[in-house]
């Protein structure tokens, strides 16, 4: 069974502490980080969390068949509850923690879960299958002016109110290329001349809503660092600006004294280190054997005291 061998593994990996301990990968995937990871440190223990029914059967596989499944405790679970869990379990320190955000390049390459503009395939776009609301849900039940401003925040699109009249005008939309010739339709030849796909943000926008990926961040990157030992390292590999903006803000301010300029208050020494003054990016060698690659940004942050 092959293992996807994820964006910036090496360097990742190479921020966490080493030895025994117990570690949690936030997002399984198919089990790229969680592999390498447990073959770096023997006496490890590993909680791996993932909201994809596909991903944990996948990776309780390439787990088994790598003699390491033993060592691991697969959650279905948004990393949002994580903290919870684990305490749940009798599990109040940590040793290392990964996060490697966003959609998968499995679950991008699978038409039938409705990620990607380059394939036909239903609109569902949800990481849990199990859950209701799917992306048909939003573009076809929201009414134009919220969906514009979904589409604007989650997307960033300037476009944003033409596209979601367009897809009014034209509802139903029950397909990913009914969606993106509905974006198509709503740009100007100028826009649609420029590099890059014209429906990617409003895809970027539907997913996020559609799964509360910023909303379940910002109460992951809240609680999840105070799961640390001391010494202990929370690595987070965002795809987009909103994500990562939410974890440089979210990790500097951990990392400042109390009482600065950040953080008016009473004087207290930082508990947290930033490992990454700037976000580590791909290599171009990553960038030219995986072109998903390009927008990532690796960020790393320590804990030094309790």
């Not at 949690?24 to 447990?38: I, N, P, V």
């Not at 700037?278 to 995986?290: D, H, M, R, S, V």
């Amino acid at each position: 069974m092959g293992v996807h061998k994820p964006v910036l593994l090496g360097r990742s990996l190479d921020l966490l502490p080493t030895g025994e301990g117990v570690y949690a990968d936030l997002t399984l995937g198919r089990g790229g980080h969680s592999l390498e990871l447990l073959r770096r440190n023997p006496g490890a223990r590993l909680v791996c969390f993932d909201l994809d029914d596909e991903a944990i059967r996948e990776s309780r596989g390439i787990f088994l068949e790598h003699g390491v499944l033993g060592r691991v405790t697969l959650v279905k679970s948004n990393y949002a509850g994580a903290a919870g869990i684990l305490r749940s379990m009798g599990i109040d320190s940590l040793r290392g923690i990964i996060a490697d955000l966003g959609v998968s390049s499995p679950q991008f390459d699978e038409p039938e879960r409705g990620f990607s503009y380059r394939y036909d395939g239903p609109l569902d776009m949800r990481m849990d299958q199990t859950q209701a609301l799917n992306a048909y849900d939003i573009v076809n039940g929201y009414e134009e002016r919220k969906l514009a401003d979904i589409i604007y925040r989650y997307g960033e699109e300037r476009d944003s109110r033409r596209i979601a009249r367009k897809i009014v005008e034209r509802r139903p939309i029950k397909t990913t290329f009914e969606l993106v010739e509905a974006v198509k339709a709503a740009k100007s030849p100028r826009e649609l001349s420029k590099k890059g796909h014209p429906a990617k943000q409003t895809f970027q926008a539907l997913r996020i809503a559609v799964n509360g990926e910023l909303d379940s961040l910002e109460k992951m990157l809240g609680e999840m660092p105070g799961m640390l030992e001391v010494g202990g390292v929370m690595a987070v590999i965002t795809f987009h600006s909103l994500e990562d903006r939410l974890v440089k803000d979210g990790f500097r301010k951990l990392s400042v004294a109390l009482g600065s300029r950040f953080d008016p208050g009473p004087a207290e020494a930082p508990k947290y280190r930033l490992l990454t003054r700037k976000p580590i990016l791909p290599t171009a060698e990553e960038e030219a054997g995986n072109p998903r690659a390009k927008s990532a940004k690796l960020r790393a942050l320590e804990r030094i005291a309790l």
